[in-house]
């Protein structure tokens, strides 16, 4: 959120500074809110790849401070609302008239922090310090990380015990974590699998029964495989988009409820998902189990037998091109089931257009941005081109 970034047409953008947010990204998550209200009876969260920060501010101003956003501001006005209509149509009682009787929504409401709050963010590029959050700079995909993040959510934890299960769980973990993009898609979205996949693996050491998991997606052609995979830990599975992500980009965010691992699930780095390095061989004996066509050799299921039949037609066009065609020899299963995701747009439809371009009033005073990012990607290429003369992307030369 500099001021040279070309996101400066977007009202989002401009929202996020004038609200006090670091990114505009925090629209992201109170829209979750507002849809699965996420932080209703949460205590105790993990942050993942949270820098700037502005996921970690939602928190910190929600559950530390007592400030309502989402769900719970939105539950607010309309209490607010029907109290204002029950007082326009039902006259005060004549002995309750004072100085204690007031219209309600008309004087401040006294915020209300949460007891025992512990908010843990992790992210590799350094975070400014927000009140009540404890920032780590480390890797979530190494397995260092998860001694640090259980010392910090337990002080009394000993790394010498080599437990990779949080004493005292944790209500909900986010995971904003995105790789930067090469704008190749197949590839972006297999890096960012592979991010979730790490932050999932962090989620399981620490989740609590019940718990709440939250991460970004690109959206592709296996979301119903990660959705199968996620419904084995979680009773709920949600593909969700905030309105205020942009219907151009192919994020999304997974929204998984309930968590409810399978019974003797022990979660380990060392064994991730339960299977570890094992799942090769595991699907090697399953794929064994089932008539192989291997050339022209199939082995009987029943006899085990090796017998030669033909596995595949094939065929030679006038251009001397060959077509192979293979015959499925996997029998019909009934049990067979296609996950089918579901998939919800979150935020109100009068909520601002992340696509669109808003025309500013005569008298808009651009606001500079609330944290700019403390060591950005990019801040090498910002001094070289400084260096060179260069502003806003101009380089001159002599």
Known sequence: MGKSSKDKRDAYYRLAKEQGWRARSAFKLLQLDEEFDLFANVTRVVDLCAAPGSWSQVLSRVLI????????????????????????????????RGESLHVAGQQPEELKPRQDVKIVAIDLQPISPLPGIVTLRADITHPATVPLLLKALDAEYDSKTKSQQAAHPVDLVLSDGAPDVTGLHDLDIYVQSQLLFAALNLALCVLKPGGKFVAKIFRGKKVDVLYAQLKIFFEKVHVAKPRSSRASSVEAFIVCLNFRPPKGFSASLEEPLGVGFRLSNMTEQNFRSLPIAADTILQNPETGAWNSVPAFSQTVDEYGITEVEVEDLRPDREDDIRWIAPFIACGDLSAFDSDASYRLPPDYVSLDPI????APPYKRALEMRKAFGGAYGKTVRE
Request: neutral net charge.
């Open 65 to 96: 401070k007592g400030e309502k956003f989402g769900r719970a501001a939105w539950q607010d006005r309309d209490a607010r609302f029907r109290q204002q209509m029950l007082g326009i149509f039902a006259p005060p009682d004549p002995d309750e």
């Open 371 to 374: 944290q700019p990012p403390t």
